[in-house]
């Protein structure tokens, strides 16, 4: 597994190494050992989530205050997506600064994200399923999200805003 650090201190694009062959291939997607030597630090996810969406559904931005704060490790396991994080740790050098990238089940990039991000994701192909690994439980009080069109953050999502499918939660972000 190679392991790049972003312009965002401690989050991570991950790239797997691939074995192909004229029956298909076969990658590891995660190894603990591996994946904590690649980030430098000790992570243990407790749950995995997976969403399928279809062309258009923008789900985020959204984050885990306090201590129930959240790191996540996202892959996509069919189609293509924008995914982005937004550094929301006030004490950081890149605070208020986003990351994007496409993560697709042909690239098999993943992106490991850090506890004090927000994240989102939005769909490119006709359908997409995405997985992530989270390091702590899910607890609803301390949810929080922000905007996809917060005007400050000026997130390019690849497609024009009418084109999104987004919750009426994440409406009112």
């Not at 994240?119 to 301390?142: M, P, Q, W």
């Amino acid at each position: 597994m190679k392991a790049i650090e972003t312009k965002l201190k401690g989050c991570f694009i991950l790239e797997p190494q691939i074995f192909e062959d004229n029956r298909g291939y076969f990658f590891e997607s995660y190894n603990h050992r591996d994946f904590c030597k690649a980030i430098g630090q000790e992570i243990s996810f407790v749950q995995d989530n997976i969403s399928l969406s279809k062309k258009g559904v923008l789900r985020g931005l959204h984050f885990q205050k306090g201590e129930h704060a959240q790191a996540k490790l996202v892959s996509v396991l069919q189609g293509k997506i924008q995914d982005v994080v937004v550094d929301l740790r006030q004490d950081s050098p890149t605070f208020g600064q986003h990351l994007s990238i496409q993560l697709s089940d042909e690239n098999k990039k993943q992106v490991f994200i850090p506890r004090g991000f927000a994240h989102g994701f939005l769909t490119l192909s006709e359908s997409a399923k995405v997985i992530y690994k989270c390091d702590n439980y899910y607890k609803r009080e301390s949810e929080g999200g922000i905007k996809h069109d917060n005007e400050h953050l000026m997130i390019d999502w690849q497609i024009d805003s009418n084109d999104m499918l987004l919750s009426e939660r994440d409406k009112r972000w």
